[in-house]
């Protein structure tokens, strides 16, 4: 009863406790309100310093959330020897998630050559090697973790320096994102999010509304309004996948299950797609404010709000008024 170990034990088992069961990421979105608030008014003169501007902003902003989003499972993620299900395919997303980050990383590197500012190459070295050597030991304490992580690391690393190829500085950044969200309702406590099956109102909120973010990012990039569904079709179409998204909202609800919130997304995403094909022009600034709701909704889910202060200072280039009834007439 006064052993010093069991009592640490079983304070730390009380705070993890609460921090899973517990609307954590709220909480710390509260306490950083500040932080964006100083965003919003100096963030733009702030990174104009360091040469960003209206044109490239889409293109910065997605890179560094990328390179957010690897630290931050570097960093701050769970191990592999806490997951639940033993044929769980959390480690391997995982592995995709970082193979697909350390590719765009990579790639966009190479073209912005900012490794050649570093003239000295022992400095290159040791940057590569240190990092390799926070992913060996984010998948501590078993080897399998470490041999996936690294594998995924490095395979990332030489497809992303050897392919020529531009890969789009939108598309990277949502389909990670749409990988993690899934992940985050897969297992919630390996990334201290929550817990699966006692999620609270404020966890399934969050998850509904970053992935609505994304899909709606998606849908207004890659959609080209055509003016060529009839009315008639048009009509009946946009119901059924309303409909469809109204009973796969109550059932996740209910269940949390991921492919309901899957099929969810899908419908959401379709019937904004037939929207935009139907429509024979859409307004561009819905997709600029999807994409910056995007990293400000990301950042505040996994904790990390310098992904948010991305989102807002992207907001402050691109028009910072929103109006979320463009986004509803959408749906």
Request: hydrophobic letters at 55%.
């Amino acid at each position: 009863m006064f052993n010093d170990t069991s009592i640490v034990t079983t304070a730390i088992s009380s705070f993890n406790n609460a921090a899973l069961f517990g609307p954590y990421f709220f909480v710390v979105g509260l306490f950083s309100i500040p932080l964006f608030l100083m965003a919003f008014l100096y963030g733009r003169d702030f990174v104009s310093r360091f040469g960003w501007s209206g044109r490239d902003i889409e293109a910065k902003t997605g890179f560094w959330s990328v390179a957010s989003l690897v630290l931050w499972l570097v960093l701050v993620g769970g191990n592999y020897a806490v997951i639940r299900d033993s044929i769980s395919l959390l480690p391997l997303l995982i592995s995709c998630v970082l193979f697909v980050s350390m590719m765009f990383i990579t790639n966009r590197l190479k073209k912005l050559d900012y490794l050649g500012k570093i003239y000295s190459k022992k400095s290159r070295w040791i940057l590569f090697i240190g990092f390799l050597i926070l992913v060996a030991l984010s998948a501590m304490p078993s080897w399998w973790g470490i041999l996936l992580q690294l594998s995924a690391v490095l395979c990332g690393m030489i497809v992303g320096d050897r392919l020529n190829k531009n890969f789009s500085d939108v598309f990277m950044p949502l389909f990670v994102f749409g990988i993690m969200t899934i992940l985050l309702l897969m297992q919630p406590e390996y990334f201290r999010f929550g817990q699966l099956g006692n999620l609270t109102f404020l966890h399934i909120i969050a998850l509904l509304t970053l992935g609505f973010f994304c899909v709606t990012a998606i849908a207004t990039k890659y959609t080209n309004s055509r003016g060529k569904i009839y009315n008639s079709a048009y009509i009946k179409l946009k119901w059924l996948f309303r409909i469809m998204g109204l009973l796969a909202l109550i059932l996740f609800v209910l269940t949390e299950s991921v492919p309901v919130f899957i099929g969810l997304m899908a419908a959401c995403m379709f019937t904004e797609m037939l929207t935009i094909y139907h429509a024979k022009e859409i307004p561009g600034h819905i997709f600029k404010h999807a994409w910056a709701l995007v990293l400000i909704s990301f950042g505040i889910v996994i904790v990390c709000p310098f992904i948010s202060m991305l989102g807002i200072i992207y907001l402050v280039f691109n028009a910072p008024k929103i109006d979320f009834k463009d986004f509803a007439r959408l749906l």
